[in-house]
T-cell receptor, first 109, second 114 residues
Framework: GESVGLHLPTLSVQEGDNSIINCAYS??????FIWYKQESGKGPQFIIDIRSNMDKRQGQRVTVLLNKTVKHLSLQIAATQPGDSAVYFCAECDYKLSFGAGTTVTVRA | DSGVTQTPKHLITATGQRVTLRCSPR?????VYWYQQSLDQGLQFLIQYYNGEERAKGNILERFSAQQFPDLHSELNLSSLELGDSALYFC?????????????FGEGSRLTVL
């Protein structure tokens, strides 16, 4: 079946460095992609989204890149902070929102 | 605070039992979604309702059912519970379809089946 997946289950980053979290998707019909952040004991929280007619979108300290040719999505976090420690999920949407397995980001002081 | 309220926050029950999880969406949101998150698993889509009607179905077991009421709150019913049903169950809401904007998630109901 079609699925959304992440390349790495964990990522350790030095505080102040930039983080890159990658995601591969396989559903060609998906036209909307979202990154969510889930902190311990909480529900997922929206970070940034991008539609299939775009290849880059920037937010505050975050950038999402979409490469439809290879079905790849990435989230870049600039100047990573301790508060960025969380599990990050990419999600793709055709008629329903499907999540990947998540990448656990740990920020080292 | 996302504005989505889920009750109960924690629930412990035995195998074979039945439980009901409740979700109140954000004010104004018409769509409600249910997701299951097991240990070391991502979020598995179960079902979506829009304005009282079922809109999309995911990997929801036949032992599970849901509905959305006229006041837009939703309930997820889990019956004949098994150990493997232990998980976090999240409800989310949005104004319309999932591809038209952000889903707002509640803080989840943690179900433990003993």
């Amino acid at each position: 079946g079609e699925s959304v997946g992440l390349h790495l289950p964990t990522l350790s980053v030095q505080e102040g460095d930039n983080s890159i979290i990658n995601c591969a998707y396989s559903n060609s019909a998906s036209d909307y992609f979202i990154w969510y952040k889930q902190e311990s004991g909480k529900g997922p929280q929206f970070i940034i989204d991008i539609r299939s007619n775009m290849d880059k979108r920037q937010g505050q300290r975050v950038t999402v890149l979409l490469n439809k040719t290879v079905k790849h999505l990435s989230l870049q976090i600039a100047a990573t902070q301790p508060g960025d420690s969380a599990v990050y999920f990419c999600a793709e949407c055709d008629y329903k929102l499907s999540f990947g397995a998540g990448t656990t980001v740990t920020v080292r002081a | 605070d996302s504005g989505v309220t889920q009750t109960p926050k924690h629930l412990i029950t035995a195998t074979g039992q039945r439980v009901t999880l409740r979700c109140s969406p954000r004010s104004g949101d018409l769509s409600v979604y249910w997701y299951q998150q097991s240990l070391d698993q991502g979020l598995q889509f179960l079902i979506q309702y829009y304005n009282g009607e079922e809109r999309a179905k995911g990997n929801i077991l036949e032992r599970f059912s849901a509905q959305q009421f006229p006041d837009l709150h939703s309930e997820l019913n889990l019956s004949s519970l098994e150990l493997g049903d232990s998980a976090l169950y999240f409800c989310a809401s949005s104004l319309g379809s999932p591809n038209t904007g952000e889903l707002f998630f509640g803080e989840g109901s943690r179900l433990t089946v003993l």
